[in-house]
């Protein structure tokens, strides 16, 4: 058995990527760390803890001793500079505090290609700031995700950029799954 912490993983993308992890492999175990410590996913391997994902503390008090692989799905666009650090720096400095802690064999991470310039940018200068590290890290820049009951207006756009991503690969939706399928594959790879 090994052990996968989820930082921000009962959102949309962490339940698909843990749903994913979980077919995928028997042998993986996963602890979900959110705010809420609730989780819509409900399985024996899974064991979902209550933290804040900005802070190492709150995060380490919750953590097993072994900590195989960890992945940070914490997130969003904000304008100011400061509470975009507080939403999407702080996760990843935890993440990647823990990562040299623990002595993890893989850091994961969802970057993105479409939307806020300045989300877009921060996302991938944290990426880049992770595999610096020299910890392996992996992650996947999806455009708009779409499917597995994600309805909001951004998935309205879905026809439309599928018809522009014709002509741009920067425009073609991505379906969660093969989102969730590709970060998984990266992370478990031998």
Known sequence: ?????????????????????????????FVVVSRSGKNQLQDERITNVKADCSSLDSVKSVL????????????RPEKDPEEFRKVNDQPAD?????????????????????GDKSFVEG????I?????????????????VYGNGRKDSMTKMVPLLKFLGIFSKKMRPVDVNDVAN?????????
């Open 1 to 29: 058995m090994y052990t996968v912490v989820m930082l921000g993983g009962n959102g949309y993308l962490g339940r698909n990527v843990t749903e994913k992890w979980l077919a995928k492999d028997p042998e993986a175990r």
């Open 182 to 190: 590709e970060l998984v594959g990266k992370m478990v790879r031998k």
């Open 123 to 126: 996302k991938k200068r944290i």
């Open 94 to 114: 935890v993440m990647l505090q823990i990562a040299k802690e623990k002595n993890v064999k893989a850091m994961g991470m969802i970057g993105g290609v479409l």
């Open 64 to 75: 097993p001793e072994k900590v195989d692989y960890i992945v940070d799905f914490v997130g």
């Open 128 to 144: 880049e700031k992770l595999k610096a590290s020299g910890i392996r890290t992996e992650y996947v820049n999806p455009t708009l």
